[in-house]
């Protein structure tokens, strides 16, 4: 596929958008004056407020240049965004993130790799999230989400991220690797750590350092005596035809458990956010289940909350712009899954919105690999919630506070009925 036209104006009307000075003083001479914005993804004061709208701001450019961590390019297009995820020879995965996570001293497996590397541990990870694995998972992730609604349901009210959101993925993780539920609190306390302590690196390099040290013990114990689990058939699978080294499934798992635990507590917690405040919507999948997995797309669309990062490998034109080699670009799933140039009324929510071609979970060689167990951990939750707990609202007095970066969500939720 050709890349796009890069004739096409960068601002939708031709204008100039005027220049902070301070900003446009450190911009690289590549970079016209008129494109550099004060824009912050990840510790903006507008992001924290509301990151959705914020993007929504964004969109004047087609693309447009940032000054903070270190500069990048941001682009505002579905069609742009897509065409970049799906070109890894221009714009690599490695390092995935703005600005780089500091407990990273090494390419994440295969979250950082580009292909052909990162398609051999594709395929070792396929057959474990493809949806015949997903469905046989099944019965137990229903059971965990219905112990969990149990217990909330005649409490009548709850903090929604702190006892449903982030117990309820991370239990079927450390079902998947094996451990006992147990285990889940002390996987949600690293997580957060990890990957919301934007202000102290110091400590997000502990808790990464944390969890490696956890998951070579268990590698250790799965080799010694394999289970029926996550990490023992990883140990069993080969890569290109020779065995798996331990230290790749270290990186493997490392991988899983920060993709898998943080994207699904934010996806239940804006789509939650989002019941509870249009109880008609509500009303809707309570009268008819059968329209939630639908909704669960929808709902995913307009709140796509994964914000990710890619290097340009070679100095070129794309989207209106020159960019040089080695410029990082944030190719945000939100701008490009709420494009009114992809999606009629893109920010109107319709749970019967016909074609709706969202990238929530990412396009090209590295679009999601667990999407399937997502899709299915998303709707078990919306539809048991519901059977129990069918008219709820956010609290009075209980702020909601959201973080933004690369993957947005709410931190505090509280819920009442």
């Avoid at 890349?3 to 220049?19: C, E, S, T």
């Avoid at 001293?105 to 997903?134: G, N």
């Avoid at 991370?170 to 306390?189: C, D, I, K, Y």
């Avoid at 309570?286 to 909704?295: C, E, N």
Wanted: aromatic share 8%; glycine share 6%.
């Amino acid at each position: 596929m050709p890349l796009r036209d890069d004739k096409q104006p960068n601002h939708a009307d031709g204008r100039a958008d005027p220049v902070a000075t301070d900003f446009a003083a450190t911009r690289p001479d590549h970079v016209p004056a008129e494109l550099v914005r004060d824009f912050d993804h990840v510790m903006g004061a507008d992001f924290a407020r509301d990151p959705f709208a914020a993007f929504q701001e964004a969109r004047r450019d087609r693309a447009f240049w940032s000054p903070h961590h270190g500069g990048y390019w941001v682009l505002t297009r579905m069609a742009d965004i897509r065409e970049a995820l799906q070109h890894a020879e221009l714009f690599s995965n490695w390092p995935t993130g703005i600005p780089v996570h500091p407990s990273r001293r090494e390419r994440m497996v295969p979250l950082e790799l580009d292909p052909p590397d990162h398609t051999a541990y594709r395929r070792v990870l396929a057959p474990m999230f493809a949806p015949k694995a997903v469905t046989a998972r099944t019965a137990a992730i229903d059971r965990t989400c219905e112990q969990l609604v149990d217990g909330l349901a005649g409490k009548g009210r709850c903090d929604f991220i702190a006892e449903f959101a982030q117990p309820f993925p991370t239990t079927v993780f450390t079902n998947m690797l094996g451990l006992p539920a147990a285990e889940s609190e002390r996987f949600v306390g690293w997580n957060n750590v990890l990957l919301h302590s934007h202000g102290d690196p110091a400590a997000r390099r502990r808790a990464g350092d944390d969890i490696n040290a956890y998951l070579r013990e268990l590698i250790a114990q799965r080799r010694a005596e394999p289970r029926d689990d996550l990490v023992s058939a990883l140990l069993a699978s080969p890569v290109d035809g020779r065995p798996i080294r331990e230290d790749e499934v270290q990186n493997l798992t490392f991988m899983l458990f920060v993709a898998g635990l943080d994207t699904v507590t934010a996806a239940l917690s804006f789509i939650f956010r989002f019941l509870a405040e249009h109880p008609d919507h509500r009303a809707q999948l309570v009268a008819d289940p059968g329209l939630i997995p639908s909704a669960v797309e929808e709902l995913l669309r307009v709140h796509a909350f994964i914000n990710p990062a890619r290097t340009v490998t070679r100095d070129l034109e794309f989207a209106g712009v020159t960019m040089r080699a080695g410029e990082r670009l944030l190719v945000s799933t939100n701008l490009a899954s709420t494009d009114p140039d992809e999606f009629p009324d893109p920010l109107v929510v319709r749970f019967d919105r016909p074609g709706n071609r969202h990238v929530a979970f990412g396009a090209g060689p590295h679009r999601c690999a667990g999407s399937h167990l997502a899709r299915d951990e998303l709707a078990t939750a919306v539809a048991t919630w519901h059977r129990h707990i069918p008219s709820y609202a956010v609290a009075d007095g209980h702020p909601i506070t959201v973080h933004a970066g690369g993957a947005m969500g709410i931190d505090a939720l509280e819920l009442v009925w």
